[in-house]
């Protein structure tokens, strides 16, 4: 009898073919009486895991249709797992009954970011609470409104300007955020966290230009902070699946009502995956994997 490719797959990657979600609802006082934070957590299998774990961060087109994961989310819950790194994904809009949000002009958007960042405090606090987890080993990722997300918690001070340590982590990786208001000469100059940021220089909905500003302004200020621009890459250049296509819905982007541009790029996502992998390592977070092993890689999106 023969084993199809795909089950042989999955036969190598035995924790991360059968890494099921567990749904949580967290408690979250910054959320309405009554209601709790949705989220979706994975645990690698105990052979392989590393005490680490990484809070997802879905862009504005939420996490999936029907209570899934989208093709981006999936493959990055994979390549973690593989990795022997829990995942968790806080679900910001369907906790508070949206779908998505990228339709929605930012004038009229009623989930700030401020809300998004409690919920990363949130989902933070209890997973150093998680029995296998590691307090110190937590990694913060974020995609284009989570990329932003994760900006927002770097710079999100205490009352006396210092940093709480539910907003220190051990790395935190931002693909294409909106960076406009870091680019400002009143922004933050500090962060909390190690920042890698991660856009194409052809991205017309969250464009490079504003983040270079503000990296270079935490360079100079000795934050930990990098950039890597991809050359004629668009935003979802790290997504799996699609094509090259304008998405004439979204309101917001550089060409206002004129829509947006999303194109998978598979060079520049093998090189961003390469990066994090490295990063990681470094860290001493990821499991130790065979040479023939199959590479998986995740991705990203709006």
Not at 74 to 88: L, M, N, T
Not at 148 to 169: I, M, Q, W, Y
Not at 182 to 197: G, Q, W, Y
Not at 230 to 254: C, L, M, Q, T
Request: net charge positive; aromatic share 8%.
């Amino acid at each position: 009898m023969r084993i199809s490719t795909a089950l042989a797959a999955c036969v190598t990657a035995f924790a991360t073919c059968f890494a099921q979600a567990e749904v949580v609802n967290i408690p979250a006082s910054h959320l309405p009486e009554g209601t709790t934070l949705r989220v979706q957590w994975f645990m690698p299998d105990a052979k392989t895991a590393t005490g680490a774990a990484a809070i997802l961060l879905h862009g504005c087109g939420g996490l999936g249709a029907r209570g899934g994961l989208n093709a981006r989310h999936k493959a990055a819950k994979d390549w973690f797992i593989e990795r022997g790194i829990a995942v968790v994904f806080p679900e910001s809009f369907t906790s508070r009954r949206f779908e998505e949000v990228c339709t929605i002009k930012l004038a009229s958007r009623t989930i700030g970011q401020i809300d998004r960042v409690q919920d990363v405090m949130a989902a933070h606090a209890w997973l150093k609470t998680q029995p296998g987890i590691d307090a110190k080993k937590i990694v913060l990722l974020g995609w284009s409104h989570g990329g932003s997300t994760v900006l927002n918690t770097l710079t999100h001070r205490a009352p006396f300007g210092e940093f709480s340590d539910d907003v220190k982590f051990i790395e935190a990786i931002a693909f294409y955020p909106g960076c406009s208001p870091f680019a400002k000469d009143s922004a933050p100059s500090r962060i909390s966290s190690p920042l890698t940021v991660l856009m194409g220089d052809a991205d017309d909905w969250t464009p490079a230009a504003p983040c270079v500003t503000f990296v270079s302004r935490l360079k100079n200020n000795d934050q930990p902070a990098t950039i890597t621009l991809y050359p004629g890459a668009y935003h979802d250049f790290d997504n799996p699946a699609g094509k090259k296509r304008v998405i004439s819905e979204v309101p917001n982007g550089v060409n206002k009502e004129k829509g947006v541009t999303v194109a998978p790029d598979p060079k520049a996502r093998e090189d961003a995956m390469a990066r994090i992998d490295a990063l990681l390592k470094a860290r001493g977070l990821t499991a130790v994997r065979t040479t023939d092993a199959p590479e998986t890689r995740p991705a990203g999106g709006g």
